[in-house]
Every structure is written in C-alpha cells, then in structure tokens.
C-alpha cells in the first residue's frame, strides 16, 4: 500500500483506552513515503477531530474545508496524538489531502511534543 504524506485516511482506531480517540476517524499520513517502504505494515499517522476536548490548543493544527481536502466542516489535527497503526485498521484510502504548509507544521508540533523543538 502506497500512502503519501498529507494523505487522509480513514483508520479504525476502536479498541483504545480511556482518553485515545477510539472511533473510526479520518487521519492524515505524517511518515516520510521515502524512508518507509510501502511493504511496512504499520503507518505513522495523527488523528483529526472536530472535538477539542483530547487537544492541546498549541499543539493542534485547523483544518478548513477545501476542495483538496474532503472536509465538510473545520477539523483540526491533533499533532500530539501521533501514532502508528497498522495498515490493516485502514479502511479507506481517500484522494483528499492537506496543504504542504499544514503537513509542516504539524510535523514541527510533533516534533515540540517529543523535545526535539
């Protein structure tokens, strides 16, 4: 499977504990498509949500609606909920989206929340 980053997802993300998102969500892909192989069977993704209440304001980047990216209504990534997934917990590949400055900030939260930044 051949996932780009910037790509939304949809990923079931069901079976997690209290305080996880734990629902089928859209995600968007944040590895880098040319250190992992499209053989590797996991996936480095952040969750999207319109509900801040999993969010750290600072760490979180908004998502208006465009054509480019599906979205119906505002939505923001939650950068501080990075994480891997299996493959399999992919249930649909979408064409949509987020801009290069988006997938770059996000990155940079990312970064921060770990004590890179």
């Known amino acids: ?5 910037g790509q939304i997802v949809v990923v079931d993300c069901r079976d997690a504990l209290p305080k996880e998102p734990s629902k089928v969500r859209p ?10 192989d499209p053989a590797y069977p996991n996936v480095i993704i ?3 949500t ?5 969010a750290i304001p600072e760490l979180v980047v908004k998502i ?3 054509p480019e990216n599906g979205c119906t209504k505002a939505s923001y990534a939650i950068s501080h909920c990075v994480t891997t997934a299996s493959k399999q917990r992919i249930r649909q590949v979408t064409p949509s989206h987020i801009s290069g400055d988006q997938l770059s900030l996000i990155r940079r939260q990312i970064a921060e929340s770990i004590g890179l930044a």
Request: glycine share 0%.
């Open 1 to 5: 499977m051949r996932l780009l980053a």
């Open 46 to 48: 952040v969750p999207l």
């Open 27 to 36: 995600c968007v892909i944040v590895e880098d498509a040319d250190i992992f």
């Open 64 to 66: 208006a609606p465009t």
């Open 50 to 54: 319109q509900d801040m209440s999993f």
